[in-house]
């Protein structure tokens, strides 16, 4: 029996979410996720790299840390994925039909950015997201049509959707950008509703939070994005700029990201027959971030994925153009196969080591540095043999100290975590980031003896950072840890005593 695309959505949906939860119960945390966990260990009203959501998310999905593993912490993006992947759909279908919405949901699942990045790994994109895609929905429905009583309710709820985004992360204020842009250029009869100007109040609201917190802080937050995304420079890195524009093409999948380009094209040269109203919304909404993280790579290192989000909101678009293309249905259908597939065995290879050739160093304290991937893997061995060595060492009573935020949430999350240890960020606040505030919750570090975790991806000798606060640095244990028979990595214990 030929099921309706509605009914094939649901069923891709759910095939995609089965998926996520394997890939989520499978992987190990990597440096973002794990310091995530800290925003909901130590919540607060807003943090010094994001706002606060993704903390408070992670609380909900996890009854406040009650469930505490790496699948419970990232249901926190893997469910709320799966409700933005309905309402791709409820997007392309406004557009024309459920065919389309269901186009637009097989896309969302071929990008990388929207099934793992923020559709499995616990990041603030996650919430983000997920009220973006709201606020976008409710907000195509009303602002380029006549104001009217009976849209006033989503007009608000499109609004109260834009400040939980911005509550998420900071470049969802590009959603302000799309709606003040729509209004002045095409439908200026918003402007004359005092609606209009009362629905500012959610986002006025969530900046005023997040103000409110950097306030009492000094700022923090402002001068630490400042330094990162500065508007003016003169100074061109070809580096950056090249590792954007490649990781756009990756992360949201190359076919993805050609036929973007290719239906642009169409665009301006009027082949692609569509209302031209509903073209520019998609438009305005979206091109404003990606063309900022292009323009920002030049002068200064980027992430792709900060767009990502532009990029999703434009797949329903997207599956208008492609949608009277020759087998579209099955090739997607294929290409989300072979995608899953992939990751699948991705997964299942980074925690067996049976095919990718492992690099080798000369050290003991740099092995494993060169593969990217080791961030996901070798935590939770370590764990139980790091365990047992501070266990029969009497160990457990002693605080922890690093001087960088990773791999120390690594190290609160694995170690410290189940042994009810504490862990200090011991340096300056751009290295440690949340553990600024993390040290004033817990008690004053005045102990004379502290212990000093590393790994070798991350290895730094203690007495080199430590040097003026302790005299004795003593190695109590070097732990390999091994994949696949071969070790891939050491974890290091120094005990540092202070005279």
């Not at 049976?354 to 494993?368: A, D, H, N, R, V």
């Amino acid at each position: 029996m030929q099921l309706s695309y509605k009914k094939s959505v649901f069923v891709l949906i759910i095939i995609s979410t089965v998926f996520r939860l394997f890939w989520a119960s499978q992987l190990e945390f990597g440096n973002d996720e794990v310091y995530y966990w800290l925003y909901a260990k130590y919540p607060d009203i807003s943090h010094f790299d994001h706002p606060a959501m993704v903390g408070f998310f992670i609380q909900f999905f996890t009854a406040n840390l009650y469930f505490d593993s790496e699948l419970t912490i990232r249901l926190a993006s893997i469910l709320p994925t799966s409700i933005a992947m309905y309402i791709v759909f409820l997007i392309g279908k406004y557009l024309k039909d459920d065919f389309v919405g269901f186009i637009s949901v097989l896309l969302y699942n071929i990008s990388i950015y929207g099934l793992i990045i923020s559709g499995t790994f616990i990041l603030p994109d996650a919430p983000m997201v997920l009220f973006w895609l709201l606020a976008f929905y409710f907000l195509m429905q009303v602002i380029p049509y006549q104001p009217k009583r009976e849209n006033l309710l989503k007009l608000f709820l499109g609004f109260l959707c834009i400040g939980l985004a911005i509550y998420s992360k900071y470049q969802a204020v590009y959603l302000l950008f799309g709606v003040g842009l729509y209004v002045i250029l095409f439908n200026r009869k918003w402007l004359k509703k005092w609606q209009f100007y009362v629905a500012f109040i959610f986002p006025i609201l969530a900046v005023a939070i997040i103000y409110y917190w950097n306030y009492q802080n000094d700022f923090i937050s402002y001068k630490f994005h400042n330094n990162r995304v500065s508007l003016f420079s003169l100074h061109f890195n070809k580096d950056s700029f090249l590792r954007e524009i490649v990781g756009q093409i990756v992360y949201n999948n190359p076919y993805i990201f050609v036929a973007i380009i290719l239906m642009m094209v169409a665009i301006i040269k009027k082949k692609f027959l569509f209302d031209q109203q509903k073209i520019y919304f998609f438009l305005l909404f979206t091109i404003p971030l990606i063309a900022t993280t292009v323009y920002l790579s030049f002068s200064r290192d980027t992430l792709p994925h900060w767009s990502g989000v532009s990029y999703i909101t434009l797949l329903p678009l997207l599956a208008m153009y492609v949608s009277s293309k020759k087998n579209i249905k099955r090739n997607l259908i294929r290409g989300f196969t072979f995608l899953v597939i992939l990751l699948s065995f991705i997964t299942l290879e980074i925690n067996n080591g049976w095919i990718l050739p492992f690099k080798p160093s000369k050290t003991k304290e740099t092995l494993g540095r060169k593969d990217a991937l080791m961030d996901l893997y070798g935590w939770q061995q370590a764990a139980k043999k790091v365990t047992e060595v501070l266990q029969e060492n009497k160990l457990t009573s002693l605080p922890i100290i690093s001087d960088n935020w990773y791999p120390a949430a690594h190290i609160d999350y694995y170690f410290a975590r189940p042994n009810n240890m504490l862990v200090y960020g011991v340096g300056e606040l751009p290295k440690i980031h949340k553990y600024f505030w993390i040290n004033k919750k817990n008690p004053p570090l005045i102990n004379n003896e502290v212990l000093y975790i590393t790994d070798s991806r991350n290895y730094k000798n203690p007495k080199e950072i430590y040097d003026d606060k302790y005299n004795q640095f003593n190695l109590i244990e070097t732990i390999p840890i091994f994949r696949n028979k071969e070790t891939v990595k050491n974890v290091f214990i120094f005990r540092l005593i202070k005279d």
